[in-house]
Antibody, heavy 115, light 112 residues
Framework: QVQVVESGGGVVQPGRSLRLSCATS????????MHWVRQSPGKGLEGVAT????????YYAESVKGRFTISRDNSKDTLYLQMNTLRDEDTAVYYC????????WGQGTLVTVSS | DIVMTQTPLSSPVTLGQPASISCRSS???????????LSWLQQRPGQPPRLLIY???DRFSGVPDRFSGSGAGTDFTLKISRVEAEDVAVYYC?????????FGGGTKVEIK
């Protein structure tokens, strides 16, 4: 069955960096676009970044453009999110979601930006 | 980015009664391939979101048929024909016609 498992979250100071990973299994990873979506505590959902199946096309929310980088390793069935120059407002649970229509979601990993 | 607007914010419903949620997009969600990539997600307390409906009205695998979607262009609706206790959740509309994904603000369905 399809599985997506996020990791790499934690507590980090403002201005520092963090790299999230999303390990997948149960589907042919290199055939699907993938997304990172975040949810601040008690708030709604925000699409952070999307990457095409082959990694050639990447899209970012304005709020993270220039600071975050989405990437993938199709040989490892893994999605990444490199987050630089983190701000307080980046505090959220970060979810990885499969496919153009986000049909499977992981449990998420919590990123807390705090001094 | 496409802005998604959902109403109402909250929907108190009696068990066994219907519920309806509306979603409007700031521009047409019709893709160049002719499809309209409007989905509905359910998020129960403490859980990640789960896909219910995709391409306006197609139910995802395992979704009960009391959930239905309709609409076209920029106006869409999710209906629950008879609300059950397990339907208590926040519901989001989502567009994937353009990237990154954008979401409505959410509608909380609760039991009266």
């Amino acid at each position: 069955q399809v599985q997506v498992v996020e990791s790499g979250g934690g507590v980090v100071q403002p201005g520092r960096s963090l790299r999230l990973s999303c390990a997948t299994s149960g589907f042919t990873f290199d055939r699907y676009a993938m997304h990172w979506v975040r949810q601040s505590p008690g708030k709604g959902l925000e699409g952070v970044a999307t990457i095409s199946h082959d990694g050639n096309d990447k899209y970012y929310a304005e709020s993270v453009k220039g600071r975050f980088t989405i990437s993938r390793d199709n040989s490892k069935d893994t999605l990444y999110l490199q987050m630089n120059t983190l701000r307080d407002e980046d505090t959220a649970v970060y979810y990885c979601a499969k496919g153009t229509g986000a049909d499977f979601w992981g449990q998420g990993t919590l990123v807390t930006v705090s001094s | 980015d496409i802005v998604m607007t959902q109403t109402p914010l909250s929907s108190p419903v009696t068990l066994g009664q219907p519920a309806s949620i509306s979603c409007r997009s700031s521009q047409s969600l019709v893709h160049s391939d002719g499809n309209t990539y409007l989905s509905w997600l359910q998020q129960r307390p403490g859980q990640p979101p789960r896909l219910l409906i995709y391409k306006i009205s197609d139910r995802f695998s395992g979704v009960p048929d009391r959930f239905s979607g309709s609409g076209a262009g920029t106006d869409f609706t999710l209906k629950i024909s008879r609300v059950e206790a397990e339907d208590v959740a926040v519901y989001y509309c989502m567009q994937s016609t353009q990237f990154p994904l954008t979401f409505g603000g959410g509608t909380k369905v609760e039991i009266k």
